[in-house]
């Protein structure tokens, strides 16, 4: 511990950062959720013995469970005492382009999205967002998004009138008519309130692991989350029918999580995100 100006200032080494995030990039790209493995332990749909195989030869083999290995972002809620020896992005970005290029993960960034679309061979730049809490840690949460989900994130901004029913049916026509593209059993992130760029935020946050997302609160006593909303959609998106991969059998959603923030008085931002069933999320907390 040092002293800053009366304050306790925590040092953690930025090498401890990087061998972690390396291990949970690695282990997230490789290791089935175990919730998703014991939702299609029962199912025998279309494709459940190549599924089942896929997540078998991922865990044993250490190769990827998708082809698409996604971007990876990065959500870091840091103390404001702690110090680290590098720059935590560019160690963050250090441990994706040392997993990507050493594991033989598809790189898939391009260092200019209209023009040129000249791919960096790297999978960097990671999407890094850090906040600062109250805490003496580091807590690091990683999501490595696929394309095909990435593309359905979506921001509303509704009238600040509107009704809970039509806010209910615009998430629901809107999963209704996209889901089957981002390889279901989908999870379901919304987000209410803040701005436009706070709703997508929230609705990422809203991706990750009902554990993790209960953290929130201590971070943020902002953040609150609508878990009766969440109940609602869930239940009609079972009515859905779109099925496991598109097919119309088995579960068409695996889970929706709500965040909400305030918001201005004049607005009513609503975003949506998901994720693709394989919901490669992880963190990691370093004291």
Same mark, same amino acid.
């Given at each position: 511990? @040092?002293?800053?100006?009366?304050?306790?200032?925590?040092?953690?080494?930025?090498?401890?950062?990087?061998?972690?995030?390396?291990? @949970?990039?690695?282990?997230?790209?490789?290791?089935?959720?175990?919730?998703?493995?014991?939702?299609?332990?029962?199912?025998? $749909?279309?494709?459940?013995?190549?599924?089942?195989?896929?997540?078998?030869?991922?865990?044993?083999?250490?190769?990827?469970?998708?082809?698409?290995?996604?971007?990876?972002?990065?959500?870091?809620?840091?103390?404001?005492?702690?110090?680290?020896?590098?720059?935590?992005?560019?160690?963050?970005?250090?441990?994706?382009?040392?997993?990507?290029?050493?594991?033989?993960?598809?790189?898939?960034?391009?260092?200019?999205?209209?023009?040129?679309?000249?791919?960096?061979?790297?999978?960097?730049?990671?999407?890094?967002?850090?906040?600062?809490?109250?805490?003496?840690?580091?807590?690091?949460?990683?999501?490595?998004?696929?394309?095909?989900?990435?593309?359905?994130?979506?921001?509303?901004?509704?009238?600040?009138?509107?009704?809970?029913?039509?806010?209910?049916?615009?998430?629901?026509?809107?999963?209704?008519?996209? @889901?089957?593209?981002?390889?279901?059993?989908?999870?379901?992130?919304?987000?209410?309130?803040?701005?436009?760029?706070?709703?997508?935020?929230?609705?990422?946050?809203?991706?990750?692991?009902?554990?993790?997302?209960?953290?929130?609160?201590?971070?943020?006593?902002?953040?609150?989350?609508?878990?009766?909303?969440?109940?609602?959609?869930?239940?009609?998106?079972?009515?859905?029918?779109?099925?496991?991969? $598109?097919?119309?059998?088995?579960?068409?959603?695996?889970?929706?999580?709500?965040?909400?923030?305030?918001?201005?008085?004049?607005?009513?931002?609503?975003?949506?995100?998901?994720?693709?069933?394989?919901?490669?999320?992880?963190?990691?907390?370093?004291?």
């Amino acid at each position: 511990m @040092a002293q800053n100006g009366g304050e306790s200032m925590k040092t953690i080494d930025s090498k401890i950062v990087y061998e972690r995030v390396c291990n @949970a990039l690695l282990d997230v790209n490789t290791n089935i959720d175990p919730r998703v493995e014991k939702l299609f332990e029962n199912y025998d $749909g279309p494709f459940a013995r190549e599924i089942k195989e896929n997540m078998n030869i991922a865990r044993t083999s250490k190769m990827p469970l998708c082809q698409d290995t996604g971007i990876v972002e990065f959500f870091v809620w840091k103390g404001y005492n702690v110090h680290l020896t590098s720059p935590l992005k560019d160690t963050l970005e250090q441990a994706v382009r040392e997993v990507y290029t050493g594991s033989g993960f598809r790189k898939g960034i391009v260092s200019d999205p209209l023009f040129e679309r000249k791919n960096t061979l790297d999978n960097t730049p990671a999407i890094v967002h850090i906040f600062e809490i109250d805490k003496p840690i580091i807590d690091i949460w990683m999501i490595a998004k696929g394309g095909g989900s990435e593309n359905l994130s979506t921001i509303f901004m509704l009238q600040p009138s509107e009704s809970y029913e039509n806010v209910l049916k615009t998430i629901v026509s809107y999963i209704e008519n996209n @889901a089957a593209n981002a390889c279901p059993p989908i999870i379901v992130g919304v987000g209410i309130g803040g701005t436009s760029d706070k709703a997508i935020l929230l609705s990422k946050l809203a991706l990750f692991n009902p554990s993790t997302i209960e953290l929130l609160h201590r971070y943020d006593e902002k953040i609150g989350e609508y878990s009766q909303m969440a109940n609602e959609l869930q239940k009609c998106f079972s009515n859905l029918k779109i099925g496991v991969q $598109g097919l119309g059998i088995g579960p068409t959603v695996q889970r929706t999580n709500v965040l909400n923030y305030p918001t201005h008085i004049a607005t009513l931002p609503l975003a949506i995100s998901v994720d693709c069933y394989l919901s490669r999320t992880l963190s990691v907390v370093i004291e």
